[in-house]
């Protein structure tokens, strides 16, 4: 693949989607984008971007697609609707689930697109604003390994850690495993602040000795001391990681797989969303012990 003559659609300007789209944009590609609510992509359009009115109108134009977007029924809308991309795609473009969706819903993708002869893999992502701003995200892909090898190119332009995980349907089971980890980790990386603070301790000091040891994490790092300055502006919402949850849990199931800490930390964050904390970032789990 010629991959930087490649004009890429980019559906999902959101917290992580805009710094994503403008890494391709900035690397030379010609790049067509489109979200419900255009003002959301200004920033882009005016460095040069172009705007597509509907997954329709972008699949005529673009060569690889690209999308992350909220949930599931989303990505069925414009992946398998009658105006949907695989209907209007041209034969041999590829497209790149980035949403945190189901596996069953990416081998149904996969599977329509195949009849349609385009490419499709399943690609979620982890690593939150930063590692989309940084251009550092972790990025999990399911599919053909041919067509994740032509367009690893481009998935290098918004992440480091890149890997092929499988059949499709993979990419997604991989990000499930990340998220029952995130989940866990989160209650005991809270817990561990709460605990600091209500016994006297300098949060930020007993953060530089416990991040640094065998208790060291990604959250631990980067989303501690957020909540110790009370900022829980999101990274990643609460509502689309209680849709994660929700979708690791159902899978689960259909493993005979009981996974108590999942479920635990679904119940707390569920709590929170009920209180109105749906928009915050996940690292407002810490609210739940603080109110």
């Given amino acids: 693949m010629a991959e930087n003559k490649q004009t890429i659609g980019f559906i999902g300007i959101g917290v992580m989607g805009n710094s994503m789209a403008g890494h391709l944009l900035q690397s030379g590609h010609e790049v067509f984008v489109y979200t419900r609510t255009k003002e959301k992509a200004q920033n882009l359009l005016d460095q040069g971007a172009l705007w597509a009115d509907s997954p329709k109108e972008m699949a005529g134009k673009a060569d690889v697609i690209i999308s992350i977007v909220g949930y599931p029924s989303d990505v069925e809308e414009i992946y398998l609707g009658e105006q ?103 209650i005991g990386v809270c817990e561990a602040i709460v605990y600091a603070e209500k016994a006297g301790l300098d949060a930020e000091t007993v953060l530089k000795s416990i991040s640094a040891g065998s208790a060291g994490s990604w959250s631990l790092s980067n989303l501690a001391p957020r909540m110790i300055n009370g900022n829980f502006e999101p990274g990643f919402y609460i509502k689309h990681f209680i849709k994660d949850m929700k979708i690791a849990i159902d899978e689960a199931e259909k493993m005979e797989l009981h996974l108590p800490g999942l479920s635990l930390a679904k119940s707390l964050y569920e709590k929170l969303a009920e209180s109105g904390e749906e928009n915050s970032g996940t690292h407002a789990l810490y609210k739940y012990w603080s109110k």
């Fill in 84 to 186: 949907g991309i695989i209907e209007h795609a041209s034969k041999g473009t590829f497209l790149i689930d980035m949403t945190t969706s189901t596996p069953s819903l990416a081998i149904r993708i996969y599977e329509e697109a195949e009849k349609k002869g385009l490419y499709s893999l399943d690609a979620p992502v982890s690593g939150g604003d930063v590692g989309a701003k940084n251009a550092t995200l972790t990025i999990m892909a399911g599919g053909d390994e041919d067509a994740f090898n032509k367009v690893k190119p481009i998935l290098a332009k918004m992440g480091t850690n890149i890997q092929y995980q499988g059949k499709a349907g993979s990419g997604q089971h991989t990000k499930m495993s990340n998220q029952i980890a995130i989940a866990s980790n989160m």
